[in-house]
T-cell receptor, first 115, second 112 residues
């Protein structure tokens, strides 16, 4: 069975702190994609990153970075020098080829960045 | 491009009423999806479609129906609304089975 676990339900930090959001996934497929989405208070879902199962290179985009480790089935997301605008719910998701390529979402981590 | 358009944005239904949530995309995507998001929860798949005329059930299909007569449109029908269907509904589309989704802005539905 496929599953995504985000063990941290809520995280609260003070502005400028670094914060890491954890994501652990389960799948028997050898080909899959991993995603992170941001859901700000306005409610829309904003795509952040996609990673395929054959590319374990870490990625950095500004203050955001992602660490993909197949050995531990993890795809963690770090925000450096957090800002109040980073306050949102963050979802990790897994996509596999069968079942219409559906996205399997974790339960989300609500990040609150206080000034 | 409009992307994925969902209507309405908000709706209040009485128990037992029916309604259709509209979803349209203008990107010529074959894959389309309906998800629901309950408070504090992730998104759960209701129905999906891999092309016009083809639909299939997701994790939580009970109480819903879909159709896909064109590539562009993927309406979600609620029959006999129940309070358990109070949720935010997201429609999404995708070019193929591995690209990311484009999400609509969501429909907030309350059943009273």
């Amino acid at each position: 069975a496929q599953k995504v676990t985000q063990a941290q339900t809520e995280i609260s930090v003070v502005e400028k702190e670094d914060v890491t959001l954890d994501c652990v996934y389960e799948t028997r497929d050898t080909t899959y994609y991993l995603f992170w989405y941001k859901q700000p208070p306005s409610g829309e879902l904003v795509f952040l990153i996609r990673r395929n199962s054959f590319d374990e290179q870490n990625e950095i985009s500004g203050r955001y970075s992602w660490n993909f480790q197949k050995s531990t089935s993890s795809f963690n997301f770090t925000i450096t020098a957090s800002q109040v605008v980073d306050s949102a719910v963050y979802f990790c998701a897994l996509r596999i080829r069968n079942q219409g390529g559906k996205l399997i979402f974790g339960q989300g981590t609500e990040l609150s960045v206080k000034p | 491009n409009a992307g994925v358009t969902q209507t309405p944005k908000f709706r209040i239904l009485k128990i037992g009423q029916s309604m259709t949530l509209q979803c349209a995309q203008d990107m010529n995507h074959n894959y389309m999806y309906w998800y629901r998001q309950d408070p504090g929860m992730g998104l759960k798949l209701i129905y999906y479609s891999v092309g016009a005329g083809i639909t299939d059930k997701g994790e939580v299909p009970n109480g819903y129906n879909v159709s896909r007569s064109t590539t562009e449109d993927f309406p979600l029908r609620l029959e006999l609304a129940a309070p358990s269907q109070t949720s935010v509904y997201f429609c999404a589309s995708s070019y193929d089975s591995f690209y990311g989704y484009t999400f609509g802005s969501g429909t907030r539905l309350t059943v009273v």
